[in-house]
């Protein structure tokens, strides 16, 4: 029997509300007179928005504060982008659903210009290492500029920051109707999504039956089988969320196909893989697909990586 009461913790970024209201309104349509309340949390993500991600410190830096506040038992259930959740959790906790994906792809937004067309040494906005490394690998000439802040704040930087395009996932800009400012919206291809992009994860308290089981309906089986295999690629890799690393599975019928990508920060070296299989192998062919990427040169990639890591260390928050 579902709760009389369910409270989702959620940040509060007008995109977090965005999804933790979608699910506060499909729970409200399942479970007719079920209270549902939001709790919006503030993550270190959400404070620091001085400095880019990949030196603050990439894993569990949008999730941290709320997964504290579930083991206090303050909230039931949380939303997250399933891009900002790391592939580690805390004991007892976990991802119990993880829902039908948005448009996975990476979008344009300049003024009316797609890539292809963006003049010699073009600035372009962008938060992740992974864009970065991708559209330098195809165009070397672009001046990169990490910007950071919410969807809104992003798409001004255009204007204010005097740029030449800014790069955001397609599906924010499609769940906050944002699609009119759009100009182009990049082939996979071009630029491989971020691991668990578009789609949302419900995580919970395991141990809680009454829980896992109101959520359940929630959980996607392809975009589950999907997601689950690009994070088995980045577990296996040691990757956090803000290291050069893509992943995109998609699933036709009871098969799996699955591409992964490796590059230096700058685009000068990079390493791409794919593999196919059995839906039910979801896991092992992420891993699998790691190692053959590694072995292909990925590892001294990622090596470097975090060696520069280490060196600009003291610039680093924890």
Known sequence: MAPKQLRIGTRASQLAL???????????????????????????????????????????????????????????????????????????????????????????????????????????????????????????????????????????????????????????????????QVAEYLDVDLSIPAIGQGALGIECRLADPVITETIAFFNHADTSYAVRAERALLKRCEGGCQVPIAAHGTVHADQLRLVGFIAAVDGSRSVRGEISGPVTQCEQLGIQLADQLLADGGKAILEEVYQREIVTGQETIV
């Not at 996975?104 to 490394?133: C, E, H, M, Y």
Request: aromatic share 4%.
């Open 18 to 180: 965005w999804q933790a209201n979608w699910v506060k309104s499909e729970l409200e349509k399942r479970y007719p007179g079920m209270e549902v309340t939001l709790t919006k949390i503030k993550t270190i993500g959400d404070k620091i928005l001085d400095v880019p991600l990949a030196q603050v410190g990439g894993k569990g830096l949008f999730v941290k504060e709320i997964e504290e506040a579930m083991l206090r038992g303050e909230i039931d259930i949380a939303v997250h982008s399933m891009k900002d959740v790391p592939t580690d959790f805390p004991e007892g906790l976990g991802l119990h659903c993880i829902t039908e994906r948005e448009d996975p792809r990476d979008a344009v937004i300049s003024r009316n210009v797609k890539f292809t067309d963006l003049p010699q040494g073009a600035r372009i906005g962008t938060s992740a290492l992974r864009r970065q490394a991708q559209l330098l690998k195809v165009r070397p000439d672009l001046q990169m500029c990490i910007i950071r802040g919410n969807v809104e704040t992003r798409i001004r930087k255009l204007e204010d920051d005097k740029l030449d395009a800014v790069i955001l996932a397609a599906a924010g800009l499609k769940r906050l109707g944002f699609t009119e």
